[in-house]
């Protein structure tokens, strides 16, 4: 990251340089972004509206418009250089699109209080800050992991785990392990964790997988999802060196949510709607006609097979018919929520029980009495 690429506010100084110069000053930036929270701890800036932080750009955007609108909270956005706009269904929410690393920032600092970002960026710029709380850990999109990677090729051929790496005769105190990052509050913390004591970092905005290569680096701690990357520049990965898995994540700073008036209905509100979308994608809805003599008997024959006991137990319903003049029932008509990967094997089970006619839909929304996120962020917030 270089100077020029700092936003212009007064927390960040202008003489911020590459790690690769001096590491320790990335310690005063974070320690000023502290110092810029605190200003305002304890006395968050009136406004009356709830803010929520969206990417604006970069491979979280699209997906993250994509989620609200399959939650029914489309965000209405005209231009896409306004930085702010509106969800219409929830009154008093601003939205405001920053890159993920100013969400967590402005989170830290007040100006935002929900944010969505990849969990990898709430941990490298949240740096364990107590405020942020995670409210939905698994927004299932961006999914990708950091990780350690070094060379295929020359003195790593052999190394396959960060124990071998950190064995290597190679790093002593004068000619350390050469690492590239741009991670580099939690690339530091994971070597320190794991006893790598002799590590020296450096960084760059983006193509990191050429740093070895080039000479410039011996290994690279960046973000890995298929492998393609470390692939096609004959990098590896290395046992015991994932830093972590992340995927994108709804974010809050907890001083907003206990102070701000309102701003946990409208949490609530999104959770409950995020739930109860993410549950229902991975779900289909199943309807059976099954021959039988009474709903017990069938209901009895559809909880015998695993895959068939959906969300509580089948849903089992007379399918009346007209047989000489008198009402009769023949068929019951079964309804369950099948997992979309047992979707095959459930159909095969309905069949062997004596299943036909079976009818396969998407589930929209799968809303339960409460969400156990919810009442796990109300005993965070000691509520
Ligand atoms: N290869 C990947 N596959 C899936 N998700 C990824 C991948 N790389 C990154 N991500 C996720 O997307 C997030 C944002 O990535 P993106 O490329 O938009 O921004 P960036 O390059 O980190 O930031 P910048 O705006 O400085 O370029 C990452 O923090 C991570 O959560
Ligand atoms: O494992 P893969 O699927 O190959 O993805 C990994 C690559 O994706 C990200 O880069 P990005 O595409 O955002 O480019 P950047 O390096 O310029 O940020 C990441 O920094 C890796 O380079
Ligand atoms: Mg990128």
């Not at 295929?152 to 392990?177: D, R």
């Not at 990098?235 to 206990?258: M, P, T």
Request: proline letters at 5%.
């Amino acid at each position: 990251m270089l100077a020029s690429n700092l936003p212009k506010s007064p927390f960040f100084p202008t003489h911020y340089v590459p790690i690769s110069r001096s590491f320790h000053i990335t310690c005063s930036v974070s320690q000023l972004q502290t110092a810029a929270a605190e200003t305002v701890n304890g006395r968050l800036s009136e406004r009356n509206e709830i803010r929520l932080g969206l990417p604006s750009k970069g491979r979280m955007a699209a997906d993250t418009l994509d989620l609200l609108k399959d939650c029914q909270l489309s965000v209405k956005h005209v231009n896409p250089r306004q930085y702010v706009a509106q969800i219409p269904q929830l009154s008093n929410l601003e939205v405001w699109f920053q890159r993920p690393k100013d969400i967590v920032r402005k989170l830290l600092s007040g100006d935002l209080d929900l944010g969505i970002a990849g969990f990898d960026t709430v941990s490298e710029y949240g740096e364990g800050n107590e405020d942020l709380i995670i409210i939905h850990d698994a927004l299932d999109y961006g999914d990708c992991r950091l990780s350690l990677a070094i060379p295929k090729y020359g003195i790593f051929e052999n190394i396959n785990s960060l124990k071998e790496l950190a064995q290597m005769p190679q790093w002593t105190k004068e000619k350390p392990l050469r690492v590239a990052t741009g991670f580099t509050y939690l690339g530091p913390k994971f070597m320190k964790d794991n006893g790598l004591n002799h590590v020296s970092f450096s960084t760059a905005d983006g193509a990191l997988e050429a740093a070895p290569a080039m000479g410039i680096a011996d290994a690279i701690l960046d973000l890995v999802s298929s492998g393609t990357t470390l692939k096609e520049n004959n990098l590896k990965e290395i046992d015991g060196g994932v830093v972590l898995q992340s995927q994108a994540v709804l974010v809050a700073s907890k001083r907003s949510l206990i102070q701000r008036k309102s701003a946990l209905d409208t949490t609530h509100e999104i959770l409950e709607r995020l739930e109860a979308h993410l549950r229902a994608e991975g779900q289909f809805t199943v309807v059976a006609n099954m021959r039988g003599n009474s709903a017990e008997e069938v209901a009895e024959r559809v909880l015998s097979q695993a895959s068939l006991s959906g969300l509580q137990g089948p849903t089992v319903s007379p399918v009346f018919c007209k047989r000489g003049g008198q009402i009769a029932v023949d068929y019951y008509a079964i309804v369950i929520c099948v997992p979309k990967k047992a979707l095959y094997k459930s159909v095969q089970q309905l069949r062997a029980i004596g299943g036909s006619g079976v009818l396969v839909s998407p589930l929209t929304y799968i809303f339960d009495e409460e969400t156990p996120r919810w009442r796990e962020l109300l005993s965070t917030l000691g509520l």
